[in-house]
């Protein structure tokens, strides 16, 4: 079994920073892409930035600037380190981790529960 769990999420001003932290753990042989999504009321979830095996990233042009994506290979872990934040930005937001049970070939898309950001003053 795989479970993502999601940490660091919470209440701050317009303009502050959050860090959030996903660790994966179970039977995991090699984790792939890994990224956040996020979800605002009554809109659809949308991706928010992503990380490769090799560390190479990619953001969403409404992030892009403010928030930086990295991970931990050794702890199967991802960070989204949150700066300049919006209420725009408030939602669940959402790790995913594309991964390998074993050397198979096959690759599996694993959720964690997801963690409250909200941006309010």
């Known amino acids: 079994q795989v479970q993502l769990v999601e940490s660091g999420g919470g209440l701050v001003q317009p303009g502050g920073s959050l860090r959030l932290s996903c660790a994966a753990s179970?039977?995991?042989?090699?984790?792939?892409?890994m990224a956040w999504y996020r979800q605002a009321p009554g809109k659809e979830r949308e991706l928010v930035a992503v990380i490769t095996s090799n560390s190479n990233t990619n953001y969403a042009d409404s992030v892009k600037g403010r928030f930086t994506i990295s991970r931990d290979n050794a702890k199967n872990t991802v960070y989204l380190q949150m700066n300049s934040l919006t209420p725009e930005d408030t939602g669940v937001y959402y790790c995913n981790a594309l991964l390998q049970k074993s050397s198979n070939g096959v690759y599996y898309s694993y959720w964690g529960q997801g963690t409250q950001v909200t941006v309010s003053s």
């Open positions: 179970g039977s995991i042989f090699s984790i792939n892409d």
